[in-house]
């Protein structure tokens, strides 16, 4: 598709799982001819550099990257509230930011509040990137009317309902928070169909399913599977909830020791390998690895089944062991698991035996490497990148 040159601006959050899956579609757009502009705090200002985007900086209030997990509390209204103070504080900034350099499009992260508030300024079209699931036909009232219930009823919840309301009436936005929040008004969703809940009762005419956008990934580096590696088991819980060093020390007592294994263990910024013990020479320690790598040529991916780590298992057909830890995660482990490409696995239930009796279950099974191959094949046929692109350049005002 040919367009004229557009000023597209894309906003999101310093937090990987929400920045890393848009990256492929904004180098493609700047790859168009288009300029885009990707509001950012500095955290990820270089990241989001690379892309060939031009960085507009602002400040945040949320957790890091690199804070605790810890920080994000544990109810829903310690994970909600922190998006709306962030936002509130955020829009003065991100107002001063583009003032005078108003954009053709707004490109937003589901977690951007502030810019659905600017494109509705601006008067342009919005599309959400939505890096995990989206709202079925039925979704308020199987999953958000029974989460919210209690909460609302209490007067912290209350009075987040009604901060804010306040906050999008001072914007001359009417709709209640909840749409808002969860019923954009296009949506590209960057997951494939497979890891969609109630796939068939999703409005296509709203979201369109172009599954991963994956890149070059080789400047994250590259890893080789040890001479005399039968199988190879990576572990990863991801970029954030990583502090579980009993977890890891269950992982090396599975599949450390074992002949023909080689273990490569992500145990992440918060915890100190001397906290595992003695690692036997066939477990490999890394506080990251280059995932999709390691992921290319391993046989069993132990993962806490974010929609990342879910969509690259998939990807490279490698069975897994879901063992989540927060949010849209145990959501995606029971898919896996349904899919038959997957065990899921607590936390508290994940010993060094079950951990082993769950591998011994997938790999080399020819059934599970049969549907892992038939999800690959689909999620090949879903546009990715290219596609992403498209779509966007078809919503581009005339």
């Given at each position: 598709m040919t367009t004229t040159r557009a000023?597209?601006?894309?906003?999101?959050?310093?937090?990987?799982?929400?920045?890393?899956?848009?990256?492929?579609?904004?180098?493609?757009?700047?790859?168009?001819?288009?300029?885009?502009?990707?509001?950012?705090?500095?955290?990820?200002?270089?990241?989001?550099?690379?892309?060939?985007?031009?960085?507009?900086?602002?400040?945040?209030?949320?957790?890091?990257?690199?804070?605790?997990?810890?920080?994000?509390?544990?109810?829903?209204?310690?994970?909600?509230?922190?998006?709306?103070?962030?936002?509130?504080q955020a829009l003065p900034q991100l107002i001063e930011a583009y003032e005078g350099d108003e954009p053709d499009l707004v490109l937003h992260d589901i977690t951007s509040y502030p810019a659905r508030v600017l494109a509705h300024r601006w008067g342009v079209p919005a599309i959400s990137l939505s890096p995990n699931l989206v709202a079925w036909d039925g979704y308020e009232e199987e999953v958000a009317e029974p989460m919210w219930e209690e909460p609302k009823k209490t007067e912290r919840g209350q009075a987040y309902y009604a901060r804010f309301q306040a906050w999008l009436g001072e914007n001359g936005i009417t709709q209640h928070p909840d749409p808002f929040v969860g019923r954009p008004a296009r949506s590209l969703v960057l997951i494939p169909r497979a890891l969609q809940p109630n796939a068939d009762r999703v409005d296509e005419?709203?979201?369109?399913?172009?599954?991963?956008?994956?890149?070059?990934?080789?400047?994250?580096?590259?890893?080789?599977?040890?001479?005399?590696?039968?199988?190879?088991?990576?572990?990863?819980?991801?970029?954030?909830?990583?502090?579980?060093?009993?977890?890891?020390?269950?992982?090396?007592?599975?599949?450390?020791?074992?002949?023909?294994?080689?273990?490569?263990?992500?145990?992440?910024?918060?915890?100190?390998?001397?906290?595992?013990?003695?690692?036997?020479?066939?477990?490999?320690?890394?506080?990251?690895?280059?995932?999709?790598a390691v992921l290319k040529q391993a046989d069993l991916f132990v993962t806490h089944a974010g929609a990342g780590g879910s969509q690259e298992g998939l990807a490279t057909a490698t069975p897994m062991i879901a063992v989540p830890q927060a949010v849209d995660q145990f959501g995606n482990a029971d898919l896996l698991q349904g899919l038959g490409v997957a065990r899921h696995l607590p936390t508290e239930e994940a010993t060094a035996q079950a951990l082993r009796e769950a591998a011994l279950a997938l790999v080399d099974d020819p059934e599970v490497a049969r549907r892992l191959k038939g999800i690959q094949a689909e999620?090949?046929?879903?546009?990715?990148?290219?596609?992403?692109?498209?779509?966007?350049?078809a919503e581009l005002p005339a």
């Open positions: 000023h597209i601006a894309m906003f999101s959050i310093a937090a990987h799982g929400h920045v890393n899956p848009s990256l492929e579609v904004i180098r493609e757009l700047v790859a168009r001819g288009h300029r885009v502009t990707y509001a950012i705090p500095p955290a990820f200002a270089e990241k989001v550099a690379g892309t060939g985007a031009e960085v507009k900086l602002w400040n945040s209030t949320l957790p890091g990257p690199d804070d605790d997990p810890a920080a994000w509390g544990t109810t829903l209204l310690d994970n909600v509230e922190p998006f709306l103070a962030d936002a509130i005419s709203v979201y369109s399913f172009v599954g991963a956008c994956q890149g070059d990934r080789s400047a994250e580096g590259d890893w080789q599977r040890p001479a005399g590696a039968q199988k190879v088991v990576l572990v990863s819980l991801g970029s954030a909830f990583t502090k579980l060093p009993g977890f890891y020390r269950e992982c090396v007592k599975a599949f450390g020791d074992l002949p023909g294994r080689h273990l490569v263990l992500q145990i992440g910024k918060h915890v100190d390998p001397a906290e595992l013990g003695d690692v036997p020479a066939n477990v490999e320690v890394r506080s990251w690895v280059p995932q999709l999620m090949a046929q879903e546009g990715g990148t290219k596609r992403a692109a498209d779509l966007i350049e």
